[in-house]
């Protein structure tokens, strides 16, 4: 545990000689327990916000806003039953597993599904030297990261003033940017008065958190990878924006 806290502390704070220490036979065992073990701690802290009265009527609200707009009218007995099966103890108990479910095998599969693609990318830019192995190396010790970007965010928005946020909220959009901590530009714009998309790609690409992430991505396959410096960073340029897909997809769909 000491050698793991010794990698960490010398990669965030002299990335660019601390990744050099990472190889493909570093042990990545611990480091993504400890990497779940502050997901589900943050998942833990969001769990009275997604369970409560407050958000489990406005999540209802918007169902029916939606099938209302779709011509779809609803009597009083299917509303009765809506709210008896969203008040239920089998939906918090869904809601609850899904949640952590989702937040662990997310990870999981940022980490097996990211490396993948920047071995691809790292092929693309002919870097024929580094393998999947050492990228799946340098993708787990980045993701500290994130989680503690997470962390950060959920407790920001239980200290925040939430239940109000989502009374106001009329769809699945608002829903989401109700309980979002922006620490970017988006912070100083009104998402409802403004394009999804635009307020998405202003959240993403200058959250601070996500910055940082992809700067040590850049030395990570510099300094363990070896890859020259413009390679490093065209990579992790291409590999950034195809990071930013599935959040636009989603904004797209919700």
């Known amino acids: 545990m000491s050698n793991l806290l010794s990698t960490w502390k010398r990669i965030i704070f002299n990335p660019k ?24 701690v943050s998942i833990s802290i969001m769990l009275p916000i997604i369970t409560s ?19 779809t009218t ?21 809601a609850i597993a899904g949640s952590y479910l989702g937040g662990i095998v997310g990870y999981l599969l940022i980490f097996v599904i990211g490396a993948f693609v920047l071995l691809i990318l790292s092929r693309i830019f002919r870097c024929k030297d580094i ?26 928005v239980y200290f925040s003033d939430w239940q109000a946020a989502l009374k106001t909220a009329r769809t699945m959009s608002d829903l989401k ?9 988006a912070a100083f714009f009104d998402p409802k008065s403004m394009n999804r998309v635009l307020f998405y790609l202003i959240d993403y690409f200058t959250d601070i958190f996500n910055i940082i992430y992809f700067v040590f991505i850049f030395y990570g396959l510099s300094a363990a990878g070896k890859i020259k410096e413009n ?7 291409v590999y950034a924006v ?5 959040g636009f997809g989603a904004i797209l769909f919700i």
Not at 177 to 185: F, G, I
């Open 131 to 156: 393998s999947y192995r050492l990228i799946l190396r340098i993708i787990v010790f980045t993701a500290i990261i994130t989680a503690v970007q997470g962390l950060i965010k959920i407790v920001i």
């Open 177 to 185: 940017n109700a309980l979002a901590a922006n620490l970017s530009a």
């Open 242 to 246: 195809l990071a930013s897909l599935p």
């Open 17 to 40: 000689d601390g990744y050099k220490s990472i190889t493909e036979e570093t042990k990545i065992f611990m480091p993504v327990v400890i990497i779940l073990i502050i997901s589900i």
């Open 231 to 237: 390679s490093a960073l065209a990579i992790t340029i």
């Open 74 to 94: 609803l009597n009083e007995q299917q509303l009765e039953s809506m709210n008896k099966y969203s008040n239920s103890k089998i939906s918090k108990i869904i």
């Open 53 to 71: 009265k407050t958000y489990l009527k406005a999540s209802i609200g918007i169902q029916i806003h939606k099938m209302e707009k779709k011509g």
